[in-house]
């Protein structure tokens, strides 16, 4: 029977390696795996969690995309059960290939279906546990917006407010209540034209419209364009004291430009508010490799946690098995409710040379997630230590692997720590290799 007992907790481990994983779950299991006794030489890495950062509490799945509505239970249960993902960004319709708002007063509540089907299926997933709907409006180009709630110049703020909100009262009554409320998508692919004065004015039209209707409103989530630091957007709002229409500041961020500098000041200028990575993207073009495009993805949503993201919501989550899919699942499921950590590695912390070394660290309670991207082509790592500065290792390290070489699930491999004081653990880094360690601290 103990061989049927390790066989059985074996392959219950190497399925929740297999993609996101519930943390608990997996750090919960045992293993009676042995490895031969490792020497210790170098230190390679040093793993210091005293001071951690900004604690990411938001990961929403986005159903603007394409065709990722929730469209089952079990597919609910695995996104928002397994996955753990705590919110749903959903699309403001109205535009020229979705006209569910065709006059003031009126909405066609056949084109929301979907929209709401996908968030009964996600409430039913998350049981008692915390869910947020984010509503944002929905991008297609120069037809946007519905001719009556725009003219010459763009939006007409008072008829936008009120589509904003028979939008609100519509989806109260299907008892699903907004949250947080994006009013604008990537202002220089839409024609709506939102200054900061058409954004401010349209928010005190849609207060005045809410106390008049008897409705809450929604936390407001500002900007959201293409990019952060667009035509002086955030400063305009904050310098001609607007700010208090923006509750939560949101930009896109793509890995092709990464740019962080122009993050850093828009940051600078919105105080305390918390800082959303509203639209990350993870390439999926069919002429790149796969693993190439996981280190731009994961590198770009690390330059955002460097400076403070709390909330992301990737554009094309992914729960196929494909390697893309697992990647992404393993990578993002880790750190919601986690705060970043500071480790060191031998090619530096920087992040902005793409095929060196890559490293980040993150922790939630006693649990500790480290992320190791080597995408060079000739250097593979030989016996790369990780040291904990000031901790102690219990039980086991669990390692998930993916290289050229392997499957899309990866290689699992569990890890025994080594050292004085149990808080040293080691393992060859290949050549184009992601690598993905979780294990908890005494």
Wanted: net charge negative.
């Amino acid at each position: 029977m103990q061989f049927k007992n390790n066989l059985f907790i074996t392959i219950s481990l190497l399925l929740l390696l297999s993609c996101g994983g519930n943390k608990d779950e997996l750090l919960n299991e045992e293993s009676e795996f042995e490895q031969e006794e490792t020497i210790i030489t170098t230190i390679n890495s040093v793993i210091t969690f005293n001071e951690p950062g900004q604690l990411i509490n938001v990961f929403y799945y986005d159903v603007k995309f394409g065709n990722k509505a929730v469209t089952s239970a079990s597919q609910a249960k695995e996104i928002f059960g397994i996955d753990d993902l705590n919110g749903i960004r959903i699309p403001i319709f109205g535009n020229i290939n979705k006209p569910a708002h065709p006059n003031e007063g009126v909405i066609i509540d056949s084109y929301y279906e979907g929209i709401i089907n996908s968030i009964n299926f996600a409430k039913e997933a998350r049981g008692t546990k915390e869910f947020k709907v984010f509503a944002s409006k929905k991008l297609d180009g120069a037809d946007s917006f519905p001719d009556w709630v725009k003219d010459d110049n763009g939006i007409v703020p008072e008829k936008y407010a009120i589509l904003l909100a028979d939008f609100i009262e519509f989806m109260n009554s299907e008892n699903i209540q907004i949250d947080y409320l994006g009013i604008d998508n990537e202002f220089i692919y839409n024609e709506g034209n939102i200054t900061p004065e058409k954004y401010s004015e349209t928010i005190d039209f849609l207060r005045n419209i809410a106390l008049t209707r008897g409705f809450e409103m929604p936390l407001l989530l500002g900007y959201d364009d293409y990019g952060p630091n667009k035509r002086n957007w955030v400063k305009t709002l904050m310098d001609n004291n607007w700010g208090d229409k923006m509750d939560v500041y949101g930009t896109h961020y793509y890995p092709e430009w990464r740019p962080k500098t122009k993050l850093l000041n828009d940051l600078a200028l919105i105080g305390n508010r918390p800082f959303w990575s509203t639209e990350p993207h993870w390439n999926a073009k069919s002429d790149v490799n796969d693993l190439d495009e996981a280190e731009a993805g994961m590198v770009s949503l690390w330059d955002q946690i460097d400076v403070g993201m709390s909330g992301f919501m990737w554009w094309g989550y992914g729960t196929d098995n494909s390697l893309r899919s697992n990647l992404m699942r393993a990578a993002s499921v880790p750190l919601l409710g986690s705060r970043p950590i500071k480790i060191t590695d031998v090619d530096g912390e920087d992040i902005t040379e793409l095929g060196k070394l890559q490293t980040r660290a993150f922790i939630e309670d006693k649990s500790i997630t480290v992320y190791a991207i080597n995408m060079s082509s000739s250097n593979s790592f030989e016996n790369y230590t990780f040291k904990l500065d000031g901790g102690i290792i219990e039980e086991k390290v669990y390692c998930k692997q993916w290289s050229n070489v392997l499957s899309n699930e990866g290689d699992t491999h569990l890890i025994n720590p080594i050292g004085d004081n149990s808080n040293v653990f080691s393992i060859t880094l290949p050549k184009r290799s992601i690598s993905r360690f979780v294990f908890t601290i005494k």
